[in-house]
């Protein structure tokens, strides 16, 4: 199989982009690359589960009090001891672990970044084989560098994100993340076991016609939630603003599809989750940076979402986000 060196692997795009950034260390760099790899190692399990005896629930509960699937374990374990070893985060907060770990190293402690995560988000999928992803923020420390990093660099507004990003495992692998400076997606060539740049400068169409949404929990949405979710379903036929419905019940691959096509995913509060299920600080914090930078736009309901200050490291938040005209239609209705 012939390759195309004129496609950038993730490393090459990197050291591009440095020389756009004189006063980059490569600090950030170094950071990307350590979870390109944990992904491609978390990857590998994935594409095999359904052959090894890896699927399937561990018995256990996390802090969310959900089941834990044994690739959940796995992949939170490949996250932490490569972003250890590669020296270039000083601590992580993740969805399977109750509080922040810090990695309490002399080399790791004089890292200048934190990574907040959601290591394998939509495991529920795991066992029926639909898409399942990784989500990820990165943070400049507040603490000082030097010392052990502490609970306050991950308790940090959006807007503080140097960068975010996601993994998709699907019919093709890809790790899209974004900076200040764009959104960029690279897909995995498996010949060559790197990700390599496919998707360029992604920009979230300023419209859409498909919304998603759990219709199971209709009944529950407020009023303002059910009138737009009516005003989607009454566009229909040969209307060119007719809606479809599409919802795997995986965030990565609903936002995923949000960011590439348009459209909006709307996960509301309902009675039973009166705070929304998703997790402001590593799932819906690092999906509202990339749509931003992608000239979509992200709410709870009424405020930017990059601009909470959170209390906790798990709690939740309801979560509208998508293209920028879909996203004025909802929060004028
Ligand atoms: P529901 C997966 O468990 C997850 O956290 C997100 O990935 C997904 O968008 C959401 O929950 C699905 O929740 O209640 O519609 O099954």
New binding site residues.
Partial sequence: MMINRNILTLEEFRKQELRFLSHATGELSNLLRDIALAAKRVNVEVNKAGLEDILGDTGKTNVQGEGVQRLDEYANAEFMAVLRRGISCAGIASEELDDFICFDEELCNQSKYVVVLDPL??S?NIDVNISIGTIFGIYRRKSQKGIPCSKEDFLQKGENLVAAGYIIYGSSTMLVYATRRGVNGFTLDPSIGEFTISHPDIKCPKNGNVYSV?QGNYYNYDHGVKKFIDSCQKKSGSDSSACSLRYT????A?MHRTLLKGGIFL?PATADHTKG??RLVYECNPFAFILEMAGGKATEGENNILCIQPESLHQRTPFFAGSYQMMKSFLSD
């Fill in positions: 988000d939509g529920s759990n019940g995986t965030m990565v609903d996960y299920k998703l």
